[in-house]
C-alpha cells in the first residue's frame, strides 16, 4: 500500500479484556517496529521485527504483550488483561531495510483505552 | 543508558524564528531525526543529521554536533499550521539493526 495502516483506529477495552492491533506495513519494507506513545510523551519502543523475525523485544514492558509477524508482512500485537496502565496510542513503523538511511514511516496509530 | 532532552514546551508568534533544543546521550548513535507530529496524527519526518553541521530544508533546518551531544531543529517564517509537537530521535545501532530513541516532544504554539 501507499502507506503504513493500522486497525482499529480507536479501541476502548475493558479492563481484563485481551486486545489485538494490527499493522500493514509499506509492501516490500523488511522492518516493522512498534511504539508505545503515551499521552504528552514521546514514542517507546517496544520490539523490533525483520521480514518474520522479532529481533528485539526488549521494550515489551510485559508478558502480557505479544506480537508477531509470521509471514513478514502484517503484524500484530496482542494485549492480554489489559490494565488501565496501557492506555496509550500504540504506533507500527515500517523501513525498507534495517540500515535504512532517511527514517521510517509511521502509521496513524491505534488509540487503546482502558476502562 | 539512553537519554533524549528537549523542552516540554515553547511559543512563538506567526512569522518569527524559533530554535529547539535537544541534548543526548546514547551509545551505538547513527544519525539524529527530527519528527513533526500533530495531536492524533502520525509523527512525520522533518530532518536527518549523521554529520556535524546544518542541515538545511526550506523553512527547516536542523544541526548537528556529535562531540556536544546536541542537536537543534531551526524553524523560520513560522506558520499558525506549525503548531504541533517536535520529537527529536536519536537512531541508535545494536545487534545488527537500526532503533529510534525518543525524546518526550517540545510542543510548539504559534500565536497570531
Redesign the interface.
Given at each position: 500500500g501507499a502507506g503504513?495502516s493500522q486497525s482499529p483506529r480507536y479501541k476502548v477495552a475493558k479492563r481484563g479484556q485481551d486486545v489485538a492491533l494490527r499493522c500493514d506495513p509499506i509492501s516490500g519494507h523488511v522492518?516493522l517496529?512498534w511504539?508505545q506513545q503515551a499521552l504528552?510523551?514521546?514514542?517507546?519502543?517496544l520490539t523490533?521485527f525483520?521480514n518474520e523475525a522479532q529481533?528485539?523485544k526488549s521494550g515489551l514492558p510485559s508478558d502480557r504483550f505479544f506480537a508477531e509477524r509470521p509471514e513478514g508482512s502484517v503484524s500484530t500485537l496482542k494485549i492480554q488483561r489489559t490494565q488501565q496502565e496501557d492506555s496509550a496510542v500504540y504506533?507500527c513503523?515500517s523501513s525498507p531495510n534495517?540500515?535504512?538511511?532517511?527514517?521510517?514511516?509511521?502509521?496513524?496509530?491505534t488509540?487503546l483505552t482502558v476502562v | 543508558g539512553q537519554n533524549?532532552d528537549q523542552p516540554t514546551e515553547m511559543t512563538a508568534t506567526e512569522g518569527a524564528i524559533v530554535q529547539i533544543n535537544c541534548t543526548y546521550q546514547t551509545s551505538g548513535f547513527n544519525g539524529l531525526?527530527w519528527?513533526q507530529q500533530h495531536a492524533?496524527?502520525?509523527?512525520?519526518?522533518l530532518s536527518?543529521n549523521v554529520l556535524d553541521g546544518l542541515e538545511e530544508k526550506g523553512r527547516f533546518s536542523s544541526f548537528l554536533s556529535r562531540s556536544k551531544g546536541y542537536s537543534y531543529l531551526l524553524l523560520k517564517e513560522l506558520q499558525m499550521k506549525d503548531s504541533a509537537s517536535y520529537?527529536c530521535?536519536v537512531?541508535s545501532r545494536s545487534?545488527?539493526?537500526?532503533?529510534?530513541?525518543?525524546?518526550?516532544?517540545t510542543?510548539l504554539a504559534v500565536h497570531p
Open positions: 503504513v522492518s517496529f511504539y504528552g510523551q514521546g514514542p517507546e519502543f523490533y525483520q529481533l528485539d504506533l513503523a534495517p540500515g535504512n538511511l532517511y527514517g521510517y514511516t509511521f502509521g496513524s496509530g488509540r | 533524549i531525526f519528527y492524533g496524527e502520525a509523527p512525520t519526518f536527518y520529537l530521535a537512531r545487534g545488527g539493526y537500526n532503533k529510534l530513541i525518543f525524546g518526550a516532544g510542543r
